[in-house]
Structures are given as C-alpha cells and as structure tokens.
C-alpha cells in the first residue's frame, strides 16, 4: 500500500474560490481499504452513550470501522470495550445486540469471556493435550486500546496512539454539550432504535448532515406536505414549519477541528421543538448563550463516524462503513431521562414524521446515495463541484459569534438561509486528507 497524494481527490484553495473533491474518492475499493486503516483504525470513534450500559454486566455491540466491538460494564461498574472477536479462530463472541451478561461464551468451540473481556474458560482444557507455551498465552478478548467519555458519550479508539479524547474533540464539544445537557439527569437512548442501510459510500451521510443545500429539492415532497398541514390538510399533529419563513433565517457553519464540523440556522418557531416546554429549567441552569443555540436547529458531525442532529429532535446517527459502496446507518432518538410522557409522546411523533427511516426525510436522502453512487462510478465525471457554495462567504463569517460560544474555527459563514452554503464538509475533507496523507507507515 502506498500513502495517496491527496492533491489528486482534493483540491483545497479556498482563496482561489476553489474546493473540489474527485469522484473517485466515492468509488475506488483501494481508498475505502485505506480509510478503514488510516482513519477509523487510528482515531476516536463514537460507540455508545453511557445511559445505555447502566447496570453491572450490560453490555452493547457496536463497530468502529469493520471491526465489531463489545461496550460493556464489568462487574465493578467500570466501563471498558474490547473487539468483539473470540481469541481462538475468530469468531464473533457476542452476536445479540445489547442485554445484562456476567458472560459471553463464543458459540463455535465454547470459549467463555467475563464482562472484562477476561477469558474464564477454555472448554475441555484438560483434556486438550496443550503444551505449557499455550498455557503461557493471553486468550482474553483483545482490549480497545483507548476508552474515554464526554459528557456520557462513550468513545473507543482501536489504536492507543491518539491524543486524549477532549483535545480530539475540541471545539465540537460546545455542540455536544447543545444535545447532552438538555435535562438535569442527562440524555437517554429511546428504546429502540432504526437500523438501515444504503447502497453509497459512507461519506455520502457524513456530508449529508452538513448539507442544507438539498433540503428544498430533495425533500420537495415533504416541504409541499408541509404547506398543506398548516391550512389544516392531513396530519395536523405533525410538526407543522413554515418554510416560507426559513428563507431569510440568520444561519451558518463551523469548521471546528480534527474534521469536526456544524451547520446551524434560527429557529423562527421554537415552540414547535421537543425541548421548548422544558426552557425555564434549562436556561437557568446552562445559561442563555447554550439555552438559545439548544433552541436552534443543529447538526454536527464528529469525524469520522457520528452526525449529531437537533433539527427535529435530538438524534444521533452512527455510520458503519462496509464496502466502498455499501454502508450501514444507526439511528437513535434522545430523550431527557424522566421527560413527562406526553413530551416524550410529542418528541417520537416529530422523529416519525421527518427522520425515521420510514418517514418523510430518510428515504429521499437514502435514494439520492444510490443514485449518486452508481453516477459516480461511471466514466465521464471527475471532479465534482459540491463544495464551493458559500466559499465567497468565508472570510470574516460568524466572527463575532465564534467569540460568543468560546469556540475558535479555523472557518465558518454566516448569512440568510437561502445562501445554503456547503462550506461545512471542508472540515471533513481537510481532515481525511491529512489522515491519509500520512500512509501506512505513521501511526498519528
Ligand atoms: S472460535 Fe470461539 S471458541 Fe472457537
Ligand atoms: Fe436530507
């Protein structure tokens, strides 16, 4: 393998007005084997939050890259997370996706782990005729080699030479702390949660989050049912915006770091969001810079594996690559722990209705992956031009309110909706390119 010269699938000149990325980037098998190494295998990913693995012994089944990981509390309550994959011939260990287990015994040959990832039992032992060298090995679950939180957000990194995780999450956590300190107790996972996948590259839904470009084209449909909700047509329980008003809603983006990034605009009705009856509580007790920019419609992304969306109600989506043309998405809903039932009621119905993989929004954004991929892998197109509107909007942008927040980005627009600047996703490609930049020699 050879490290790529990124120049070829990036080309970053801002000053000049130009950021292009080539198609190929979206296509060839050689770059995704390379991502899954010099990207997912050498930074933090997200896993799990830690409301989900409360008790002792509980335990999820997560990914980081193509590698299956087990998140889980020992039995002293501590929280650690190991590859999910048994030490004799490899088989994966635990295949449910969450429950309570003291235990997990690899259903090939018998082989048991404890909730450390600690091997307990080797099945038949005695009798196997095994030499002292094999006596002599570990056979404990290989351990992921860095575990750390924010703010109840669980984070594993397969590789142990990585910065402390607050210094990799950088200015991103101010819009972290927008989602996980909406309510006294924390956040939790709704139960249950959508699973789906598409037929396009993982970076198709790394962009689309950051991406307010397609929303009036591609979810056309749902903006027109909007319309007819608000003169009283069909589900008038649904959450009813007027897009008409969004056009000329103050708005922008953040490039914040290590290839984080967030897109945000005014909200021009708050009281149609999930948190609006819970304002009093939460102003007084995060202050009104956090409480207004909770009440606005957000969504950031943690590079390389999480989009975190506030812009119907609190979400997180977790991106599993599988191939350079097939990924895997995980959908969770957030909710305050102890919200009244009928918030929580009114927060599943807005999930429903636009973000659920059955609603109004994911299918369409799903259906333009799939086209997008099969186009991108044709002959003819070469560099793309999705990534230079709002570039003119750069220099200067949300200065000022920058300064607000505490947060210090390298770039960021500000201005009316309708500029739907697609500035966000250069804090991705300026990351993926200096990751892989690196090659497979260097580990940082
Ligand atoms: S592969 Fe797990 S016990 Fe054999
Ligand atoms: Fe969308």
Known sequence: MHAYRTPLYVDDRPADGVFRVHCDVYTDPA????EMKLIFERTWNYLALESEISNANDFVTRYIGRTPIIVSRNTKGEINAYINACRHKGATVCRLESGNSRYHVCPYHGWAYDSSGKNVDIKDRKSGAYAQAFDADNHDLIPVARVASYRGMIFGSLSADVPDLDEHLGDLKFFLDL??????QGMEVIPGRAWYSYRGNWKMQAENGNDPYHETSTHGCFVAIQERRLKGQGNVEGRQVDWKKRAA????TFELGNGHSSVWINCLEPE?????PLLD?????????KADWMLKQRNAFCFPNLQIADHVVPQLRVIRPIAVNHT???SYVLAPIGEPPESRAARLRQFEDFINPCGFATPDDVAMFGESQICLGSTGLDWLQAHERGIAALPGGSRGMAEMLGINPPSAVRGEFEMQPETATHAFFR????????GPGRKT
Do not use: C, I, N, T
């Open 31 to 34: 770059l995704f084997e390379l």
């Open 328 to 330: 895997e998405l995980r």
């Open 179 to 184: 989602h996980m300190e909406q309510a006294p």
């Open 272 to 276: 149609k969001r999930a948190l609006y």
């Open 281 to 289: 509580e939460v102003r007084s007790r995060v202050g009104d810079v």
């Open 249 to 252: 809603a103050d708005s922008g």
């Open 431 to 438: 990351e993926w390119s200096r990751r892989m930049e690196q």
